[in-house]
């Protein structure tokens, strides 16, 4: 029995959305509050707006795609669902970044993992970023609000044979693990999670926050991508947009106005700086773009007699935070260790090799498991992390050194997914280094990882989570943003989204984003109505 398309039955009812592809001709819209981005803290500030009673226009750049098109197939998924058609990297080349584009954004295409921000990191903003109003006891109630809407909990079936490693290889070495929440409802256990949920288990904005905006009467226009704001004085007096061809891939030649009271900025790490940098926003601090973190994040393999089929079941289920703060907030760069699902093409970029290598690597996909460690940047003097600036076209990219703290650390972490991976059973064990091989015993693995020259290209690096370059904080010098989301310079522009982080968070940010900005959004909801 075919799984209802809830999206396409609601476009069926009469919800209002425009195709920006598809216009006859130029188009101006208005609202109440015009939302750009419709992720995490897209979709969660529209919802609560719309349910307050103001009109959202809610706009994305990339397409419209609902359960009925999720087909679990890399090529459609990555080419349709991702920024840039999966090929979003670092301004020089060396690091992958995953994100979404699409309706939906990045909750469309994560894995599920759903952390609340650690309480040291709210603490470290606290006293080191002059961030107020977002200790662990006031997000409390954000979060579990965002819980509840959400279906976040610990995921009570057995985790699959590629997480049940970190499991194993913990408890043989006395290490803590712990079980992932994540955010669905019935899910099937299909392990696809990155291509879009073709059951609609996933709760991501497709399914909630976007279809509870249009039954109130918001608006969604998708396949545009906002050029520019137009900026009178200290205000955001409309916004420039152009529609995009079918594939997202180049304007055609449409422009959208959008003219609002309000205007939120929820594009994420990456565009949310690229936008205020094309539109000239005024920075009088020189912080717009600048401390934008990733989680860097290094990969090892390993070898496993028994079948270990990492592409199928939950993705993600199973953490191990052991690392992560032993050395207090401020101490060498710490790390979370979890494991990616490997679908074939994701599995054969990761592994690389050439040739027979390439081969006989993806030959023995059954039989791999792999492990990746977050890096937790931000925290340190020596880890400033990187900077927003545009290409010549105006296209953000994303320039991030990679520190000598940073490397320290990446080899740290091969150290440890090494000796858990052994510890739960691997036969051998491969850190992805473009100059290493499998080793079989983790003496020997260690020999190799201390040898290895930690250095671009030679280091498979990516990362799927992108923080910071609209930093928030109380003092205008130093923050793009105040601690409730609003331009310290333009008074009718909020931020709300992962740009707003001073740094890093140590955790998947998902929650991170949908817990601070319900708050943000209910701040704006009762400002808006007293202005």
Not at 205 to 211: A, D, G, N, W, Y
């Amino acid at each position: 029995m075919p799984v209802p398309d809830l999206f396409r039955e609601g476009l069926a009812r009469g919800w209002k959305t425009y195709n920006g592809a598809r216009l006859d001709q130029d188009l101006t819209l208005e609202a109440d509050v015009a939302i750009i981005g419709s992720g995490a803290g897209g979709g969660t500030t529209a919802e609560i707006l719309s349910a307050a009673g103001y009109k959202v226009l809610l706009i994305e750049e990339g397409p419209l795609k609902t359960s009925s098109d999720f087909k679990m197939l890399e090529d459609e998924a990555y080419t349709s669902l991702y920024q840039e058609g999966i090929g979003r990297m670092s301004k020089d080349g060396a690091i992958t970044i995953l994100q979404g584009r699409a309706v939906g954004g990045g909750t469309l295409i994560n894995w599920t993992s759903s952390f609340r921000t650690p309480e040291q990191t709210l603490e470290h903003w606290a006293r080191e970023h002059n961030v107020i109003g977002h200790s662990s006891a006031e997000m409390a109630p954000w979060f579990e609000q965002m819980e509840q809407r959400l279906g976040v909990a610990p995921w009570i079936i057995p985790p699959n044979a590629n997480n049940d490693v970190i499991r194993k290889g913990c408890e043989a070495l006395g290490y803590s693990w712990k079980v992932i929440p994540r955010n669905v409802r019935g899910c099937w256990n299909l392990g696809y999670c990155g291509m879009g949920c073709p059951t609609n288990a996933k709760q991501s904005m497709l399914v909630t926050s976007i279809p509870a905006t249009l039954e109130k009467g918001g608006e969604l226009l998708y396949l545009a991508r906002a050029e520019r704001l137009q900026i009178e004085g200290d205000q955001v007096t409309g916004l420039l947009c152009t529609g995009m061809d079918e594939r997202c891939v180049a304007p055609n030649g449409r422009t959208i106005k959008v003219k609002a009271r309000h205007y939120v900025l929820a594009g994420g790490g990456i565009n949310s700086p690229g936008l205020l940098l094309r539109s000239r926003a005024p920075d009088p601090g020189g912080r717009l773009g600048k401390r934008t973190f990733l989680h860097l994040v290094s990969f090892s393999a390993g070898q496993f007699s028994e079948v270990i089929n990492p592409f199928y079941g939950a993705p993600q289920s199973i953490y191990c935070d052991h690392f992560q703060w032993k050395a207090g907030v401020t101490g060498p760069m710490s790390y979370k260790l979890e494991v990616p699902p490997l679908q074939p093409a994701l599995a054969s970029t990761l592994l690389g090799g050439f040739g027979t290598q390439s081969a006989l690597r993806m030959e023995q996909l059954p039989h791999t498991h792999m492990m990746l460690a977050l890096m937790r940047d931000g925290f340190h003097p020596d880890s400033p992390g990187g900077s927003v600036e545009l290409h010549g076209d105006g296209t953000p990219a994303l320039d991030y050194p990679v520190s000598t703290y940073a490397w320290e650390g990446l080899r740290r972490a091969y150290h440890s997914m090494a000796e858990i991976q052994f510890a739960a059973g691997a036969k051998s064990v491969l850190p992805l280094h473009a100059d290493a091989d499998y080793a079989n015993t983790l003496a020997k693995a260690r020999e190799q990882i201390d040898g290895l020259s930690l250095e671009l290209y030679r280091t498979r690096l990516g990362s799927a989570h992108v923080m910071g370059g609209c930093a928030m904080g109380e003092d205008p010098k130093s923050a793009v943003a105040d601690s409730l989301g609003r331009h310290h310079q333009l008074r009718n522009l909020s931020i709300h989204d992962g740009s707003l982080f001073p740094t890093s968070i140590g955790a998947n940010p998902q929650l991170s984003i949908y817990g601070l900005t319900a708050q943000l959004a209910s701040a704006l909801a009762r400002r808006l109505k007293n202005p």
